[in-house]
Protein backbone atom coordinates (compact mmCIF):
# COMPACT_ATOMS: atom_id res chain seq x y z
CA UNK A 1 0.00 0.00 0.00
CA UNK A 2 1.25 3.49 -0.93
CA UNK A 3 -0.14 6.50 0.80
CA UNK A 4 -0.17 9.94 -0.49
CA UNK A 5 -1.39 13.04 1.06
CA UNK A 6 -2.52 16.15 0.25
CA UNK A 7 -2.04 18.91 2.48
CA UNK A 8 -3.26 22.63 3.07
CA UNK A 9 -1.04 24.61 5.15
CA UNK A 10 -2.02 27.71 6.01
CA UNK A 11 1.42 30.25 4.69
CA UNK A 12 1.05 31.69 8.45
CA UNK A 13 3.10 28.37 9.75
CA UNK A 14 5.05 27.29 6.40
CA UNK A 15 8.13 28.06 7.90
CA UNK A 16 7.67 26.29 10.62
CA UNK A 17 6.81 23.27 8.94
CA UNK A 18 8.38 23.60 5.45
CA UNK A 19 12.02 25.74 6.70
CA UNK A 20 13.16 28.92 5.73
CA UNK A 21 13.51 28.89 1.89
CA UNK A 22 9.98 27.22 1.26
CA UNK A 23 8.75 30.48 -1.31
CA UNK A 24 11.61 29.30 -3.10
CA UNK A 25 11.23 25.64 -3.03
CA UNK A 26 8.87 24.18 -6.32
CA UNK A 27 7.88 21.44 -4.44
CA UNK A 28 5.27 23.73 -2.47
CA UNK A 29 2.63 25.41 -4.52
CA UNK A 30 1.64 28.75 -3.53
CA UNK A 31 -2.73 28.71 -3.64
CA UNK A 32 -3.00 32.14 -2.73
CA UNK A 33 -1.84 34.92 -0.16
CA UNK A 34 -2.40 32.19 2.70
CA UNK A 35 -2.76 28.79 1.41
CA UNK A 36 0.27 26.39 0.63
CA UNK A 37 -0.18 23.53 -0.42
CA UNK A 38 2.48 20.53 -0.42
CA UNK A 39 2.48 16.83 -1.43
CA UNK A 40 4.16 13.33 -0.25
CA UNK A 41 4.23 10.20 1.15
CA UNK A 42 2.77 10.05 4.25
CA UNK A 43 5.54 9.50 7.38
CA UNK A 44 8.20 11.69 5.01
CA UNK A 45 10.08 14.16 6.51
CA UNK A 46 7.70 17.17 6.19
CA UNK A 47 4.79 15.12 7.27
CA UNK A 48 6.06 13.90 10.46
CA UNK A 49 7.19 17.57 11.09
CA UNK A 50 3.48 18.78 10.30
CA UNK A 51 2.44 16.59 12.69
CA UNK A 52 4.54 17.55 15.44
CA UNK A 53 4.12 21.00 14.77
CA UNK A 54 0.41 20.94 14.38
CA UNK A 55 0.45 19.60 18.14
CA UNK A 56 2.78 20.70 19.69
CA UNK A 57 2.27 24.58 18.66
CA UNK A 58 -0.73 25.33 16.28
CA UNK A 59 -3.53 23.06 17.25
CA UNK A 60 -3.31 23.91 21.44
CA UNK A 61 -3.90 27.51 20.49
CA UNK A 62 -5.59 28.00 16.94
CA UNK A 63 -7.45 24.34 16.83
CA UNK A 64 -8.12 22.50 13.54
CA UNK A 65 -8.66 25.24 10.96
CA UNK A 66 -5.07 26.10 9.55
CA UNK A 67 -4.77 22.65 7.85
CA UNK A 68 -6.59 20.38 5.82
CA UNK A 69 -5.33 16.62 4.77
CA UNK A 70 -6.51 13.94 2.58
CA UNK A 71 -4.90 10.81 2.10
CA UNK A 72 -5.14 8.77 -1.31
CA UNK A 73 -4.23 4.98 -0.78
CA UNK A 74 -2.95 2.65 -3.61
CA UNK A 75 -2.33 -0.60 -4.16
CA UNK A 76 -0.68 -3.38 -6.07
CA UNK A 77 -2.05 -6.15 -7.92
CA UNK A 78 -0.86 -8.48 -5.46
CA UNK A 79 -2.05 -6.92 -2.28
CA UNK A 80 -5.49 -6.57 -4.16
CA UNK A 81 -5.70 -10.05 -4.89
CA UNK A 82 -5.31 -10.76 -1.81
CA UNK A 83 -7.84 -9.46 0.31
CA UNK A 84 -10.79 -10.34 1.46
CA UNK A 85 -12.59 -7.34 2.44
CA UNK A 86 -12.88 -3.65 0.78
CA UNK A 87 -14.06 -0.18 2.16
CA UNK A 88 -16.72 1.62 0.39
CA UNK A 89 -16.11 5.81 -0.45
CA UNK A 90 -19.08 6.46 -1.77
CA UNK A 91 -20.45 9.53 -3.86
CA UNK A 92 -21.57 12.11 -1.04
CA UNK A 93 -24.92 13.61 -2.41
CA UNK A 94 -25.99 17.18 -1.39
CA UNK A 95 -28.90 16.54 0.75
CA UNK A 96 -31.06 14.65 3.37
CA UNK A 97 -33.66 12.63 2.75
CA UNK A 98 -35.35 13.57 6.03
CA UNK A 99 -36.06 17.12 4.12
CA UNK A 100 -38.65 14.75 2.07
CA UNK A 101 -40.99 13.19 4.38
CA UNK A 102 -38.07 9.69 5.33
CA UNK A 103 -39.72 9.42 8.85
CA UNK A 104 -37.02 8.92 11.88
CA UNK A 105 -38.36 8.47 15.05
CA UNK A 106 -36.95 10.94 17.87
CA UNK A 107 -33.49 9.55 19.58
CA UNK A 108 -34.08 8.82 22.95
CA UNK A 109 -31.89 10.87 25.45
CA UNK A 110 -29.25 8.66 27.00
CA UNK A 111 -27.52 10.39 30.44
CA UNK A 112 -24.00 9.13 28.76
CA UNK A 113 -24.84 11.12 25.15
CA UNK A 114 -21.73 13.66 25.02
CA UNK A 115 -22.58 15.26 22.34
CA UNK A 116 -23.65 18.43 24.59
CA UNK A 117 -25.53 21.20 23.18
CA UNK A 118 -26.90 22.93 20.08
CA UNK A 119 -27.95 25.21 20.56
CA UNK A 120 -27.51 26.17 24.00
CA UNK A 121 -31.20 26.00 25.40
CA UNK A 122 -31.69 22.55 23.31
CA UNK A 123 -30.40 19.38 24.00
CA UNK A 124 -28.71 17.58 21.05
CA UNK A 125 -28.34 13.74 21.30
CA UNK A 126 -26.82 11.90 19.03
CA UNK A 127 -29.35 9.93 17.10
CA UNK A 128 -27.80 6.59 17.22
CA UNK A 129 -31.10 5.44 18.79
CA UNK A 130 -33.11 7.26 16.43
CA UNK A 131 -34.44 4.63 13.37
CA UNK A 132 -36.07 4.99 10.07
CA UNK A 133 -39.60 4.23 9.78
CA UNK A 134 -41.04 3.33 6.34
CA UNK A 135 -39.81 3.77 3.21
CA UNK A 136 -37.04 6.69 2.31
CA UNK A 137 -38.26 9.51 0.25
CA UNK A 138 -36.34 11.47 -2.19
CA UNK A 139 -36.51 12.85 -5.68
CA UNK A 140 -35.12 10.82 -8.35
CA UNK A 141 -34.18 14.18 -10.25
CA UNK A 142 -32.71 15.20 -7.68
CA UNK A 143 -29.92 12.57 -7.40
CA UNK A 144 -26.77 12.28 -9.79
CA UNK A 145 -26.89 9.60 -12.09
CA UNK A 146 -23.92 7.38 -10.23
CA UNK A 147 -24.43 3.58 -8.70
CA UNK A 148 -23.43 4.52 -5.37
CA UNK A 149 -24.15 7.35 -3.61
CA UNK A 150 -24.43 8.87 0.39
CA UNK A 151 -26.94 11.23 1.74
CA UNK A 152 -26.62 13.30 4.95
CA UNK A 153 -28.76 11.01 7.15
CA UNK A 154 -25.99 8.26 6.31
CA UNK A 155 -28.10 6.60 3.92
CA UNK A 156 -27.11 4.58 0.83
CA UNK A 157 -28.62 4.82 -2.12
CA UNK A 158 -28.28 2.83 -5.05
CA UNK A 159 -29.28 2.86 -9.07
CA UNK A 160 -31.04 0.04 -9.95
CA UNK A 161 -28.34 -1.69 -12.10
CA UNK A 162 -26.40 -2.18 -8.95
CA UNK A 163 -29.48 -3.27 -7.21
CA UNK A 164 -29.91 -5.59 -9.95
CA UNK A 165 -26.48 -7.10 -9.95
CA UNK A 166 -26.48 -7.81 -6.10
CA UNK A 167 -29.78 -9.42 -6.04
CA UNK A 168 -29.13 -11.66 -9.19
CA UNK A 169 -25.63 -12.55 -7.80
CA UNK A 170 -26.57 -13.51 -4.71
CA UNK A 171 -24.86 -11.73 -2.29
CA UNK A 172 -25.45 -11.87 1.76
CA UNK A 173 -25.96 -9.14 3.76
CA UNK A 174 -28.03 -6.43 2.68
CA UNK A 175 -31.59 -5.47 1.87
CA UNK A 176 -32.86 -3.38 -1.00
CA UNK A 177 -35.72 -1.44 -0.66
CA UNK A 178 -37.39 1.03 -3.09
CA UNK A 179 -36.97 4.53 -2.76
CA UNK A 180 -40.50 6.61 -2.88
CA UNK A 181 -39.77 9.29 -5.21
CA UNK A 182 -41.42 12.30 -4.16
CA UNK A 183 -41.19 16.17 -3.50
CA UNK A 184 -43.36 16.04 -0.90
CA UNK A 185 -41.57 18.59 1.94
CA UNK A 186 -40.31 16.82 5.25
CA UNK A 187 -43.31 19.29 7.38
CA UNK A 188 -46.07 16.68 5.72
CA UNK A 189 -47.70 14.32 8.24
CA UNK A 190 -48.60 10.84 6.60
CA UNK A 191 -52.02 9.88 5.49
CA UNK A 192 -52.48 7.51 8.15
CA UNK A 193 -57.05 7.40 7.50
CA UNK A 194 -56.54 6.03 3.79
CA UNK A 195 -54.54 2.71 4.72
CA UNK A 196 -55.67 -0.13 6.55
CA UNK A 197 -53.11 -0.56 9.36
CA UNK A 198 -52.92 3.21 9.58
CA UNK A 199 -57.17 3.20 10.26
CA UNK A 200 -56.10 0.51 13.16
CA UNK A 201 -53.52 2.61 14.63
CA UNK A 202 -56.30 5.82 14.59
CA UNK A 203 -58.88 3.46 15.93
CA UNK A 204 -56.69 2.03 18.83
CA UNK A 205 -55.58 5.36 19.60
CA UNK A 206 -58.97 6.60 19.72
CA UNK A 207 -59.90 4.13 22.07
CA UNK A 208 -57.12 5.38 24.50
CA UNK A 209 -58.59 9.10 24.60
CA UNK A 210 -55.91 10.19 21.61
CA UNK A 211 -56.41 12.15 18.49
CA UNK A 212 -54.67 12.58 15.61
CA UNK A 213 -54.21 16.01 16.19
CA UNK A 214 -52.42 15.43 19.45
CA UNK A 215 -48.72 15.85 19.66
CA UNK A 216 -49.33 12.55 22.01
CA UNK A 217 -50.52 10.52 19.39
CA UNK A 218 -47.38 10.45 16.84
CA UNK A 219 -44.83 9.85 19.93
CA UNK A 220 -47.41 7.35 20.98
CA UNK A 221 -46.86 5.69 17.36
CA UNK A 222 -43.28 5.43 17.38
CA UNK A 223 -43.47 3.35 20.78
CA UNK A 224 -42.49 -0.11 20.82
CA UNK A 225 -45.76 -1.76 20.99
CA UNK A 226 -46.78 0.48 17.56
CA UNK A 227 -43.81 1.04 15.51
CA UNK A 228 -44.42 -2.04 13.35
CA UNK A 229 -47.83 -1.43 12.55
CA UNK A 230 -46.68 2.40 11.59
CA UNK A 231 -44.35 0.65 9.77
CA UNK A 232 -46.31 -1.41 7.68
CA UNK A 233 -48.51 2.12 7.59
CA UNK A 234 -46.03 4.21 5.80
CA UNK A 235 -45.21 1.77 3.08
CA UNK A 236 -48.82 0.93 2.61
CA UNK A 237 -49.35 4.87 2.34
CA UNK A 238 -45.96 4.69 -0.37
CA UNK A 239 -48.64 1.67 -2.77
CA UNK A 240 -51.67 3.55 -2.70
CA UNK A 241 -49.71 6.91 -3.53
CA UNK A 242 -48.09 5.04 -6.99
CA UNK A 243 -51.02 3.40 -7.61
CA UNK A 244 -52.46 6.99 -8.70
CA UNK A 245 -49.33 7.95 -10.31
CA UNK A 246 -49.39 8.62 -14.16
CA UNK A 247 -48.02 5.12 -16.17
CA UNK A 248 -44.92 6.64 -17.11
CA UNK A 249 -42.03 6.02 -14.53
CA UNK A 250 -38.64 7.79 -14.28
CA UNK A 251 -36.01 7.30 -16.61
CA UNK A 252 -33.61 6.14 -14.02
CA UNK A 253 -34.59 4.20 -10.68
CA UNK A 254 -33.14 3.68 -7.27
CA UNK A 255 -33.07 1.96 -4.20
CA UNK A 256 -31.95 1.87 -0.33
CA UNK A 257 -29.12 -0.11 0.50
CA UNK A 258 -29.80 -1.30 4.23
CA UNK A 259 -27.24 -3.44 5.70
CA UNK A 260 -28.36 -6.43 7.52
CA UNK A 261 -25.39 -8.35 8.72
CA UNK A 262 -23.80 -8.52 12.02
CA UNK A 263 -21.11 -5.39 12.61
CA UNK A 264 -17.76 -5.36 12.08
CA UNK A 265 -15.37 -4.43 14.64
CA UNK A 266 -12.65 -1.54 14.55
CA UNK A 267 -9.64 -3.02 15.67
CA UNK A 268 -6.00 -1.65 16.44
CA UNK A 269 -4.20 0.19 14.55
CA UNK A 270 -7.34 1.99 13.14
CA UNK A 271 -6.77 5.70 13.74
CA UNK A 272 -9.64 7.34 14.68
CA UNK A 273 -10.24 11.16 15.41
CA UNK A 274 -6.96 12.31 14.69
CA UNK A 275 -7.18 16.48 14.54
CA UNK A 276 -4.24 16.84 12.28
CA UNK A 277 -6.59 16.00 9.35
CA UNK A 278 -9.81 18.22 10.83
CA UNK A 279 -13.33 17.54 10.34
CA UNK A 280 -15.72 16.64 12.77
CA UNK A 281 -14.50 15.69 16.20
CA UNK A 282 -17.96 14.43 17.88
CA UNK A 283 -17.01 11.20 20.30
CA UNK A 284 -19.92 9.93 22.09
CA UNK A 285 -20.29 6.55 23.67
CA UNK A 286 -24.06 5.99 25.14
CA UNK A 287 -25.84 2.56 25.32
CA UNK A 288 -27.12 2.93 21.56
CA UNK A 289 -23.45 2.90 19.99
CA UNK A 290 -20.19 4.82 20.32
CA UNK A 291 -19.87 7.67 17.48
CA UNK A 292 -15.72 8.98 16.29
CA UNK A 293 -15.42 12.27 14.35
CA UNK A 294 -13.62 10.53 11.48
CA UNK A 295 -11.70 7.24 9.71
CA UNK A 296 -7.94 8.80 10.13
CA UNK A 297 -6.15 5.34 8.74
CA UNK A 298 -6.27 2.00 6.91
CA UNK A 299 -9.14 0.13 8.05
CA UNK A 300 -8.48 -2.95 10.35
CA UNK A 301 -11.05 -5.14 11.99
CA UNK A 302 -11.31 -8.19 14.05
CA UNK A 303 -11.34 -11.04 11.71
CA UNK A 304 -13.41 -12.87 14.35
CA UNK A 305 -16.36 -10.53 13.71
CA UNK A 306 -17.00 -11.34 10.04
CA UNK A 307 -19.09 -13.96 9.42
CA UNK A 308 -18.51 -14.17 5.52
CA UNK A 309 -21.34 -11.34 4.71
CA UNK A 310 -20.94 -9.66 1.72
CA UNK A 311 -22.07 -6.33 2.50
CA UNK A 312 -21.28 -5.40 5.66
CA UNK A 313 -20.48 -1.90 8.48
CA UNK A 314 -18.36 -1.10 11.06
CA UNK A 315 -19.42 -1.08 14.36
CA UNK A 316 -18.27 2.48 14.97
CA UNK A 317 -20.38 5.54 14.02
CA UNK A 318 -18.35 8.37 12.47
CA UNK A 319 -19.08 11.84 11.41
CA UNK A 320 -21.53 13.44 14.26
CA UNK A 321 -25.16 14.73 14.65
CA UNK A 322 -24.85 18.24 13.59
CA UNK A 323 -28.37 19.41 11.23
CA UNK A 324 -29.78 17.38 8.99
CA UNK A 325 -26.08 15.60 8.79
CA UNK A 326 -26.25 12.33 11.18
CA UNK A 327 -23.90 9.62 12.26
CA UNK A 328 -22.84 6.63 9.45
CA UNK A 329 -21.17 3.40 9.41
CA UNK A 330 -18.41 2.75 7.21
CA UNK A 331 -19.83 0.37 4.01
CA UNK A 332 -17.38 -2.79 3.56
CA UNK A 333 -17.61 -5.29 1.04
CA UNK A 334 -16.37 -9.17 0.28
CA UNK A 335 -13.76 -9.60 -2.58
CA UNK A 336 -16.60 -11.20 -4.15
CA UNK A 337 -18.65 -8.80 -4.50
CA UNK A 338 -15.54 -5.67 -5.16
CA UNK A 339 -14.95 -8.39 -8.59
CA UNK A 340 -18.49 -7.80 -9.28
CA UNK A 341 -18.38 -4.29 -9.20
CA UNK A 342 -15.62 -3.61 -10.80
CA UNK A 343 -16.25 -6.09 -13.59
CA UNK A 344 -19.72 -4.45 -14.40
CA UNK A 345 -17.88 -0.71 -13.88
CA UNK A 346 -19.87 0.47 -10.83
CA UNK A 347 -19.16 4.48 -11.50
CA UNK A 348 -17.44 6.91 -9.45
CA UNK A 349 -16.96 4.43 -6.16
CA UNK A 350 -14.06 4.22 -4.72
CA UNK A 351 -12.53 1.16 -2.63
CA UNK A 352 -9.75 0.47 0.28
CA UNK A 353 -8.48 -2.65 1.32
CA UNK A 354 -9.82 -3.68 4.99
CA UNK A 355 -7.35 -5.28 7.11
CA UNK A 356 -8.25 -8.08 9.12
CA UNK A 357 -6.64 -8.91 12.34
Known amino acids: MKEIYDLCLNAQYAELVLGSDWKTNPQYERLSDELVRVTGVVGDEVYTRARSAFQEFIQPREGTRWYGCRIERTYTKKEIDAAELFLVRSFYQYGAAKEYGTW ?71 KIEPIWNTARGAKALPALSDTPSGAELISRAESLGMKVSDRQFWSWLESKEQLPAFDRALWQEKTLAEQKRPTATAPHNYFQLKVESSPLAVAEPTVLADPFFGGLQHHCKCEFGEIHGRLCSCLYVERSSWNGADICRTDLFFGGRQGLFRPYRQLIVSKKLFDAMKANKVTKAQFEIVELV
Open 104 to 174: YTDAPQSPDCGIGEWPKLRPLTCALGSRQVGPMHYPFGKLTKRDLISLWGGETVISERLAKLIDDGGFRGG
